[in-house]
T-cell receptor, first 111, second 110 residues
Framework: EAQVTQNPRYLITVTGKKLTVTCSQN?????MSWYRQDPGLGLRQIYY???????DKGDVPEGYKVSRKEKRNFPLILESPSPNQTSLYFC??????????FGDGTRLSIL | EDQVTQSPEALRLQEGESSSLNCSYT??????LFWYRQDPGKGPEFLFT???AGEEKEKERLKATLTKKESFLHITAPKPEDSATYLC???????????FGTGTSLTVIP
């Protein structure tokens, strides 16, 4: 089954404790992306990757890091999380310029 | 700057009462406009892609249309299972980013 898998689905943590949210896709897609979704602000793109070893900033990259060492994986790293990064996060993948397939989201709470 | 605005924010319809959702956009060269459906606790699910003004796509009770400035998602004779948030997104030729609107929350009452 074609899917985008995010882990964990839920996480409560504390300010400053480094965390990684993993994202994996099994569709051999070149394009992968991370979004955060906040009430009233909609989905905003954090980082995206056009292919292995190619990443670019989206609209809200501050406080986040990504890497694309393999085509199927695109982890989101918060090196020193802060409460304003409490949000619902989605990973997505697609072939170039095609509609994106989304994961089921990671709800992150930073105290 | 690329931008997407959706209206209304929320819409309540009686079952069978047809209506339209609006997505207005400004983009420096439209590569594609995308409609998604999002159910609570789930990721967005792809519905349609539109590429050029005048294009239309249909799927069951949904029909998407595109002009040079906006797109409409028409819902004909909706059913309660059509209740969801509908999202619009654009991608421009000048970049590889996607820009999403804040969505329309649709509730269909039996």
């Amino acid at each position: 089954e074609a899917q985008v898998t995010q882990n964990p689905r839920y996480l409560i943590t504390v300010t400053g404790k480094k965390l990684t949210v993993t994202c994996s896709q099994n569709m051999n897609h070149e394009y992968m992306s991370w979004y955060r979704q906040d009430p009233g602000l909609g989905l905003r793109q954090i980082y995206y990757s056009m292919n292995v070893e190619v990443t670019d900033k989206g609209d809200v990259p501050e406080g986040y890091k990504v890497s694309r060492k393999e085509k199927r994986n695109f982890p989101l790293i918060l090196e020193s999380p802060s409460p304003n990064q409490t949000s619902l996060y989605f990973c997505a993948s697609s072939s170039a310029y095609q509609p994106q397939h989304f994961g089921d989201g990671t709800r992150l709470s930073i105290l | 700057e690329d931008q997407v605005t959706q209206s209304p924010e929320a819409l309540r319809l009686q079952e069978g009462e047809s209506s339209s959702l609006n997505c207005s956009y400004t983009v420096s060269g439209l590569r594609g406009l995308f409609w998604y459906r999002q159910d609570p606790g789930k990721g967005p699910e792809f519905l349609f892609t539109l590429y050029s003004a005048g294009e239309e796509k249909e799927k069951e009770r949904l029909k998407a249309t595109l002009t040079k400035k906006e797109s409409f998602l028409h819902i004909t004779a909706p059913k309660p299972e059509d209740s969801a948030t509908y999202l619009c997104a654009v991608q421009s030729y000048t970049g590889n980013q996607f820009y999403f609107g804040t969505g329309t929350s649709l509730t269909v009452i039996p």
